[in-house]
């Protein structure tokens, strides 16, 4: 069993920008990605809305996924502060990888995870809102502005017979217990990639990671050690 291929990181990206770099004296960069996406925060984000971030911290959470397979990824960049934010969710921008701005999302909260099916070339999305995953589809030149308007998504169905196929897996048959779904995603995370740990009887010094690709069928297994209080 090949470790680590289906696994979607438990790093969830999140950020804080105010006061941290000056960026004007430097070049913008010709490619964002993950490690320098805080200067399209400060620049294309608070800079557009004439925000000094300079002045207080702003939190954000981002993600990255090539979307339209032509070889780099797209960023989506979920604000967090109360500027952005109102009772039904943040407004997420997604940028191409050369910091042009593809979309502008109201009112949506994580989890935002990429669907394997494609509209006009770019995969869909499904992002909380409005009480329910939202399915936001690709219209030629962007994603819908306001997902609480968009047709719902249920993974409930799809989610149980993960959980299923799990509980019939003979290590989890032997004395498995504690089972539970990873729910705390990065954004872009995979849509029908389920991930679940549990606890095994037999081997109480370990945490067992399963991860479930439902569109392949593909399963994976990790240990992962366990830190006691006293060992931490």
């Known amino acids: 069993m090949k470790a680590n291929h289906l696994f979607v990181s438990l790093l969830v990206i999140l950020g804080i920008v105010g006061c941290k770099h000056n960026y004007s004296s430097e070049p913008r960069p010709d490619r964002f990605t993950l ?3 805080e200067r399209l925060v400060m620049e294309d984000i608070l800079g557009a809305e004439k925000l000094d971030g300079s002045e207080k911290e702003y939190r954000y959470s981002a993600g990255a996924s090539d979307l339209n397979g032509d070889g780099s ?44 099916r494609k509209t006009n070339g770019w995969n869909d999305l499904y992002v909380w809102s409005n009480g329910s995953l939202r399915v936001m589809s690709f219209d030629g030149k962007s994603y819908p502005t306001n997902p ?7 993974r409930d169905r799809e989610r149980d017979t993960a959980r299923q196929t799990l509980e019939v897996q003979e290590v989890y048959v032997q004395d498995g217990y504690d089972l539970k779904e ?47 209080e006293n060992e931490k």
């Open 148 to 154: 609480s308007t968009e047709r719902e998504y249920n």
């Open 35 to 37: 490690d320098n996406v």
């Open 73 to 116: 990824e797209e960023i989506f960049v979920l604000m967090q502060d109360s500027y952005f934010c109102g009772s039904g969710g943040c407004t997420g921008f997604l940028f191409s990888d050369k910091g042009e701005l593809i979309s502008r999302m109201s009112v949506t909260r994580e989890p935002v995870l990429v669907a394997n």
């Open 182 to 228: 990873i729910t705390e995603l990065p954004i872009f995370s995979p849509a029908h990639v389920y991930q679940f740990s549990f606890k095994h009887h037999g081997d109480p010094q370990h945490l067992y990671m399963y991860v479930i690709d439902m569109v392949t069928g593909r399963s994976e297994l990790e240990l992962l050690p366990i830190v006691k």
